[in-house]
């Protein structure tokens, strides 16, 4: 037997396999795609004022929010992400931080963003939930209505405990004698033996 | 380094842990697995089954980008084979071969071969170490244990 | 002269000591880190812990320097590895613990060894507003891990090759890419380095396209490259890789965790210029197969219930959940409890099986690895061929592996047993989290999870899990990251010594 000839088998189920995916991917791919729309139509839960939710409501009750217009309320964290009139930012209410998705114009540069040493502006958001949102390859988001400052973000700049100004200089201290003391020995450990 | 060592009895396998504890990259091959247990526990090199003259199995061992090899097999007939299929088809630029033999030793060596001749070596040693009783044969000795 | 028990643990403390000092001056790293960025606070906390670790690493090795010429047994060169580790886990939370992100030293301790594990599931506080210095660490950590601590010592730090392929397979790696372990272990970073700059360039670029500022997009894209290599699974952000909501993000992680996730020696062969080991190797194809099915289950799963509402999407969430989980990085683009309310069983189990596989032996992966699921299935098959064959008809299994090589019973009989050891260690962590009444299929998620250093979580990890879980699982991610060889020598040689006494 040659090797081609063995590696021959592997190779069909590979490629049988990978039709199949593609074909399978395919043909459900357009039969949820129809679902969903059907799904995300206005329906009565359109009526309600906007519910206040938190990214815990949200993450185990999302069937029930899917497709709902709610009010979150959290700090802005990390980055603006820019995409094109477009934003991405993610807002954290303290258990999660959820992906907002906003006119650029609503959360504008000068939004305060938290960060180490910073917390960021805390915003009320009035958004459309989607559980797995078709416009964005199935995340969890939120699109924005509308946002709000609610209190505005700061510079938070962490204490320097004196234990530290004390131990770290000391410790360091303490390695540079000892190197100075034992050099001799420290060099021998780095010499073949 | 890259070295292979094919014969894996006393002289192989003390050469290869020896290379190996400097930090060569060494690979042993040798036709009989058992010799392999020479070499001690967690060998620090590659051993590898197969008869040293098989060129398929010189080249497993990696013999293309070897720097040196020694062979150092219990037979002379086998040992200048190896040296010459390494030498003539795969350029291994260092090639040090042991022949038991001291006639076969001078006829190899005019054909270009490095050879050593343990046979020879131990001559020279034990007659000066018999003729001059001196102690400088003996510390030599020691130092080459 | 000290008596013959306590001349082995000499022999054992001088390495030990000379890791864990090279784990002190590591810090130095997030320490600049921290300098540069202005967080003062947290410099100091790296100063403090970088000279502390030094110190006591270093003075143990002093003090046994004299011993570091014995020749180290088996059980003594493993000892070293599993020691290592532990001493090595001991003093890194040092700095986690004291920068005030850990509710205690056991989360600290239990992050590290997440960390070094290339786990990535995580009891961090706070993350979102974490200093860059400790995010450094945490990345580092993983990288550092996925290569191997003993790895890099042996690289760089110890002189002498004493005992080094002993602590080399201690470290749950048992290839050599050259003879020497010593260069194969320096071939090992080298790789590793090459594609740190590759790999950092990318995502580097990908951040950018993603929205970030260059300088952030350049610290996020060392991090997530350290943690896409290593297969590790830390990110800077508490969402994980959902932070960045770009599919070009997502796609380049994917690349480079599947590239961190194949065998060294395969990586070694493949830019040495042997092209087809790529699709000749066993283990690839076993690793492509499996993806390929597991796929197709989990695809099935999804789909039936609908979770997904096109095509991208079941990519981007669930095919690249079960490539992350397969590749045992842990890398997630949804939210741990969205495992358990929308995936369905059939997903879930798909995911729970690619998780406990693994990607390769002797690379940054976990699991049982592909190498021995390959094997186990030739063996397999050709007991089944036997069967049928005249009872005279000698078979042999031949299976490439960069070159190609003869089964023998042992690496059939060994192959079993490790993975043997992953299942069993699966069900006793499964079973540890029942008994602290965490459902079945939970439980058996998160110890999938642990077993296979993977770091997906379905929620049950959390700063808020009883101690006692938070041990069983940090045990497990020791145990199956060095593939428990190293730690069962070691508790046979402390057991014998103690039994002497």
Sequence with gaps: MSRASRSLPLVLVLAAAATTALLVGLCTAGGTVAASTAAASPTAAETFTPAPASSTDLIENADAYDGRTVVFEGEAIGDRLERGDHVWVNVSDGANAVGVWAPASMLPPSLVLGRYGVVGDRLRIVAVFHRACAEHGGDFDLHALSAEVVSAGRATPPPVPWTLLVAGPGTFLLVVTGAVRFRKRIRLLFTKS | MYIIIAGCRKVGSNLARTLAEEGHDVVVVDSDEKDFELLGSGFNGMTLAGMPIDEDVLRSAGIEKADALAAVTDDDNMNVMISQVARGIFHVPNVVTRIYDPEREKVFRSMGLRTLCPTMLAVERIGAMLTSGSDAADGAREASS | ?501
């Excluded at chain 3, 202005?38 to 502390?52: D, M, P």
């Excluded at chain 3, 790895?151 to 020497?180: H, I, Q, S, W």
């Design chain 3, 1 to 501: 002269m000290t008596d013959r028990t306590g001349g082995r643990f000499a022999a054992v403390a001088y390495p030990v000591g000379l890791v864990v000092a090279g784990l002190g001056a590591l810090q130095w790293i997030p320490l600049v880190t921290a300098l540069v960025r202005g967080e003062w606070t947290i410099a100091l906390v790296f100063l403090t812990g970088s000279s502390t670790t030094i110190l006591c690493g270093g003075a143990v090795a002093l003090a046994f320097a004299r011993h570091r010429g014995r020749k180290l047994g088996w059980s003594e060169g493993m000892a070293v590895t599993a020691l290592s580790w532990f001493f090595g886990m001991l003093f890194c939370a040092l700095p986690y613990y004291l920068s005030g992100g850990y509710l205690s030293y056991l989360d600290a301790c239990f992050d590290v060894m997440s960390g070094l594990t290339t786990t990535g599931l995580t009891l961090i506080q706070d993350l979102d507003h974490v200093s860059d210095g400790v995010n450094m660490w945490r990345h580092l950590l993983t990288w550092l891990g996925g290569q191997g601590i003993v790895v890099l010592a042996l690289a760089f730090l110890f002189k002498g090759t004493n005992g080094a392929y002993k602590m080399y397979v201690g470290e749950g790696k048992d290839e050599r890419l050259t003879p020497n372990v010593v260069n194969t272990a320096r071939s090992i970073w080298i790789i590793s380095l090459v594609y740190l700059g590759v790999g950092t360039a990318a995502l580097w670029g990908a951040g950018i396209v993603a929205g970030l500022p260059p300088g952030r997009a350049f610290l996020h894209g060392l991090w997530i490259f350290m943690a896409a290599w290593s297969t590790g699974g830390f990110a800077p952000m508490s969402q994980n890789i959902l932070y960045y909501h770009s599919l070009v993000f997502e796609v380049t992680t994917a690349v480079f965790f599947l590239i961190g996730s194949f065998n060294f020696a395969l990586h070694y062969a493949v830019l040495s210029g042997q092209r087809s080991e790529i699709r000749k190797n066993l283990e690839t194809v076993t690793f492509s197969i499996t993806v390929v099915v597991l796929t197709l289950v989990a695809s099935a799963g999804l789909m039936r219930d609908g979770v997904y509402p096109d095509a991208i999407a079941l990519f981007r969430k669930g095919f690249y959940q079960l490539i992350s989980g397969h590749t045992t990085t842990g890398f997630m683009t949804v939210y741990a409890r969205q495992f358990y309310h929308e995936w369905g069983d059939l997903a879930l189990f798909a995911l729970i099986v690619a998780m406990l596989l693994g990607g390769s032996a002797c690379s940054t992966a976990g699991g049982f690895k592909a190498l021995r699921v390959g094997i186990i299935v030739k063996s397999f098959a050709r007991d089944v061929r036997k069967l049928g064959a005249p009872e005279s008809m000698v078979t042999v299994v031949r299976i490439h592996h960069v070159r190609d090589t003869q089964l023998d019973d042992a690496s059939i009989r060994g192959a079993m047993l490790i993975v043997f050891a992953y299942i069993a260690t699966f069900s006793a962590a499964t079973l540890a989290g029942m008994l602290y009444g965490i459902p079945f299929a939970q439980s058996a998620f998160e110890s999938a999870s642990v077993t296979g250093n993977v770091g997906l979580s379905i929620g049950v990890t959390a700063a808020s899990m009883p101690d006692g879980l938070k041990i069983v699982y940090l045990v497990t991610m020791w145990l199956a990251r060095l593939e428990f060889l190293s730690i069962l020598a070691l508790g046979a040689t402390l057991l014998r010594n103690g039994r002497r006494r």
